[in-house]
């Protein structure tokens, strides 16, 4: 189901992209609460988090507790991606699963 959920935010992006090609708006999104359900069916939401490639970055300054911020550091290497792309990662994964 979390995989479905984050090729589901892909498709969205990609879907926004071209529609603002097109000059096209994104229709707002509906709300959980006045959506049908069939029976047998199950209903999720899918948070979309638009990424900004031709904007320039934001430098964030926060303050983490030390043992967050070494598990950052450690995890990030583990993986072998940057503190920077590991946190977009968690996020994104985070806003997806309603986390």
Request: hydrophobic content about 40%; overall charge negative.
């Amino acid at each position: 189901m979390v995989e479905a959920v984050l090729n589901g935010a892909a498709v969205l992006q990609d879907y926004a992209i071209e529609m603002e090609r097109d000059g096209l708006k994104l229709a707002p999104p509906s709300s959980l609460e006045d959506t049908e359900v069939p029976e047998g069916c199950v209903l999720t939401s899918i948070v979309f988090v638009r990424a900004a490639p031709d904007k320039p970055g934001v430098r964030l300054n926060i303050t983490l507790d030390a043992g967050i911020a070494e598990f950052i550091a450690s995890e990030s290497k583990r993986r072998g991606m940057s503190r920077k792309n590991f946190l977009e990662r968690l996020v994104r994964q985070t806003a997806q699963v309603g986390g």
